[in-house]
Structures are given as structure tokens and as C-alpha cells.
């Protein structure tokens, strides 16, 4: 079993709907947890970072962590076709040093 | 100007050729990693550096090779290639291998080995 699972999609949407992307653990010592967005042939970038439990917002953009269930989330309101590209989750334990353990990506596409 | 660039953006060989991949970040950042990101978009750690020391080092196979000459630059050699390290390879850094540190990733290298 896979520290960290992600659903590779695809997930196609029309513009306008709220997309849910979602992500489950095995690691209870992972406290960081991360959305990167991923174009096609490009690097990934950070998109949002929480820590622990709990939900954090910037503009259309949510995430959530849910510790006891080992469950994140990431939703996207009023999705654009500029959103098309793979998400993938992140979470590493606190403390220096430690590795970040990615997920698989989830593949999103926004039809306009 | 780029913040993390990598070279050569593509790079095709032969099986059993030795190959570089070469880093560099202009962002100041102590710490440094290489990603390898397979077939299936799995990213996965395989080397970081803070300040030029290794202290992350994965289970990959001796023939990758990571040196950083200085703190703004990482490089990976690779021997005796093989199919199975068909890959696109990331280059990242961040401020330092702490808890709330944003990598930062450059754009990938696409290594073929055919």
C-alpha cells in the first residue's frame, strides 16, 4: 500500500463547477500537507499549504485536512479552463530534514 | 528570470551511456533536491542537499550520482544507463529543509534511454 493515494482521474468538468480533488494517507506523523498544481510539461507549484487539521482558503481555492480519517481535499470553485492540469497532494512529518511524499496526481480538465 | 533551471531540457540516449543533468537556483536557498517523476506522473524524492551536504538520500541505485560544487547549484550524473530510468527528472529548492519551506521546482528534464 501507497503512503499517500490519489485518485489519477481523469476528471473532466464543465466551466463552472466546483471540483473536488482528494487524497488519503497512512502516515499518521505527516502534520504538512500540500496541493501542488502540475501543466502539462511543466514543474509543479505550490498551490496551498496547511498544517494539521483544519481548512485554509485563498480566492476560489480550499483545502482541507481531516487527521482522524487521514483525509485531504482540495476544492476548486467556479473552475476556469486555465485550472486543466494535474493535482497532486503532498504531506511530510514535522521536523527538518524530512522527506515530502507526493501523491499520484489527479489529472482535471475544464471544458469550457 | 528563471528561479530554478534545469539542462538539457531533453536529453536521448543509448543504454549503458553515462549522462549529466545540471541545476541551478538564483532563488538563495540552502536546500536543493532531485525528483524523479515516472510514466504515471509518480513524484518521487530520490536526493536533498542543505548547504552542499546530502542529508536525504533515497533508495536509488549507486549509478546516480548527485554533487553540488556550491549551494546554488545540483547536479546528477547517471552511469551505465537503463530503460527503467526513463524518466522526467525535477530539480528543487527551498529555503531550507523546514517545516513551512515552499520547494520550488524547476521545469524538468526528459531523459529517454532507448
Known amino acids: 500500500q501507497k503512503e499517500v493515494e490519489q485518485d489519477p482521474g481523469p476528471l473532466s468538468v464543465p466551466e463552472g463547477a466546483i471540483v473536488s480533488l482528494n487524497c488519503t494517507y497512512s502516515?499518521?506523523?505527516?502534520?504538512?500537507f500540500m496541493w501542488y498544481r502540475q501543466y502539462s510539461r511543466k514543474g509543479p507549484e505550490l498551490l496551498m499549504y496547511?498544517?494539521?487539521?483544519g481548512n485554509k482558503e485563498d480566492g476560489r481555492f480550499t483545502a482541507q485536512v481531516d487527521k482522524s480519517s487521514k483525509y485531504i481535499s482540495l476544492f476548486i470553485r467556479d473552475s476556469q479552463p486555465s485550472d486543466s492540469a494535474t493535482y497532486l497532494c503532498?504531506?511530510?512529518?514535522?521536523?527538518?530534514?524530512?522527506?515530502?511524499?507526493f501523491g499520484t496526481g489527479t489529472k482535471l480538465q475544464v471544458i469550457p | 528570470d528563471t528561479a530554478v533551471s534545469q539542462t538539457p531540457k531533453y536529453l536521448v540516449t543509448q543504454m549503458g551511456n553515462d549522462k549529466s543533468i545540471k541545476c541551478e537556483q538564483n532563488?538563495?536557498?540552502?536546500?536543493m533536491y532531485w525528483y524523479k517523476q515516472d510514466s504515471k506522473k509518480f513524484l518521487k524524492i530520490m536526493f536533498s542537499?542543505?548547504?552542499?551536504?546530502?542529508?536525504i538520500n533515497e533508495t536509488v541505485p549507486n549509478r546516480f550520482s548527485p554533487k553540488s560544487p556550491d549551494k546554488a547549484h545540483l547536479n546528477l550524473h547517471i552511469n551505465s544507463l537503463e530503460l527503467g530510468d526513463s524518466a522526467v527528472y525535477f530539480c528543487?529548492?527551498?529555503?531550507?529543509?523546514?517545516?513551512?519551506?515552499?520547494?520550488?521546482f524547476g521545469p524538468g528534464t526528459r531523459l529517454t534511454v532507448l
Open positions: 496547511t498544517y494539521s487539521s
Open positions: 502516515n499518521s506523523a505527516f502534520q504538512y
Open positions: 542537499y542543505n548547504n552542499k551536504e546530502l542529508i
Open positions: 528543487a529548492s527551498s529555503q531550507a529543509a523546514r517545516d513551512t519551506d515552499t520547494q520550488y
Open positions: 503532498a504531506m511530510r512529518p514535522s521536523g527538518g530534514y524530512q522527506k515530502v511524499t
Open positions: 532563488l538563495g536557498h540552502d536546500t
